[in-house]
Structures are given as C-alpha cells and as structure tokens.
C-alpha cells in the first residue's frame, strides 16, 4: 500500500491558487527552503525576482552567491499559461525548455508563497524577507507533505552574504 500511495502521489495533479495578481506577486521573493536541484547547488542568499513587462510576460531574475562567495544570476520570461487557472505559471530560462511553476500557497497579503512541480521535483518557499517565522515554514512543510513533495530533503537556504 506505502508504493502505490506514493506513486499516486508522485504522479497526481497539483493544486494551485485559484487567484493570482501578478503585480502583486511582482518584485522580489527570498528562497527560505528549497528542495536540492543542479541548477541551484551550493547557491545561497538566493532571490527571485519578478517583473511585469508592458507584452503581459514576466520578466524573472534570479540571484544568489556560491559558496566560494561568486554572484551568479540568470534572466528568464515567465507566463501564465492558461487565464483561467492563475496559479500555474510556466518560467522558460533556456528557449525552448520551459518548466512548471505551480503557486500552491500564497498568503493573503503577498508576503510568503509555496511553489513547486506538479513532477514534485521541485519545491520552494520563499518570502519577501530574508527570514520566515517558523510556524508558517511548518505549515507550508506539512501542506507540501500532504501533496507528496519529500519535504525531509528541503534545505535551508542561508541569507547571510553581503550583496
């Protein structure tokens, strides 16, 4: 039963917001956990950065110091790929790849958000601070769980460089 719950959940549709205002989600988000990628390995003080373009497209900036304390950034276009389902944001950083964006969570007021895959590969919590209290980590931890994301393998990402 524990296998064939586990692949149902790996394999199952996920979630999102319902609503999303893009202006309001615009500017920049601070990476709290993430779950290990290669894109992002030995990254820290890592943020996002978002920005509505006058075509409707999103324009995304990514940055975060290695750990041999070398800056690295990349630009990206993001989009919603379908009007009526907000949350699911498609961010394409290499034409003609492009990735699944999921907005599971996000707080009344824009100020911490749960995004992931619906592959569950991957996995964010971000904030517009540095820091998350760490009841809200906690409940974005179990809400992720319950969906099937391996949250043991979250990591936290530190915001202690000087930029």
């Known amino acids: 039963m524990g296998i064939f719950s586990l692949q149902s959940c790996k394999t199952a549709e996920l979630a999102t917001v319902e609503k999303v205002n893009i202006d309001r989600y615009s500017g920049t988000w601070y990476e709290i956990y993430r779950l290990p990628n290669r894109f992002e390995k030995n990254l820290n003080c890592v943020t996002a950065n978002y920005e509505v373009l006058e075509s409707g497209k999103i324009q995304v900036t990514n940055k975060g110091f290695k750990n041999d304390k070398k800056f690295k950034d990349i630009r990206g276009k993001a989009w919603v790929s379908d009007p009526v389902v907000q949350g699911e944001i498609k961010?394409?950083?290499?034409w003609p790849f492009s990735g699944d964006y999921y907005i599971m969570a996000?707080?009344?007021?824009?100020?911490?958000?749960?995004?992931?895959?619906?592959?569950?590969?991957?996995?964010?919590?971000?904030?517009?601070?540095?820091?998350?209290?760490?009841?809200?980590?906690?409940?974005?931890?179990?809400?992720?769980?319950?969906?099937?994301?391996?949250?043991?393998?979250?990591?936290?990402?530190?915001?202690?460089?000087?930029?």
């Open 106 to 163: 996000l707080d009344n007021e824009y100020q911490h958000a749960l995004v992931g895959s619906p592959t569950r590969d991957y996995l964010w919590i971000l904030s517009r601070e540095p820091r998350l209290d760490e009841k809200i980590v906690g409940e974005l931890k179990a809400y992720a769980e319950g969906r099937g994301f391996p949250v043991e393998q979250l990591e936290k990402i530190e915001h202690d460089c000087d930029n």
């Open 91 to 94: 961010v394409q950083f290499f």
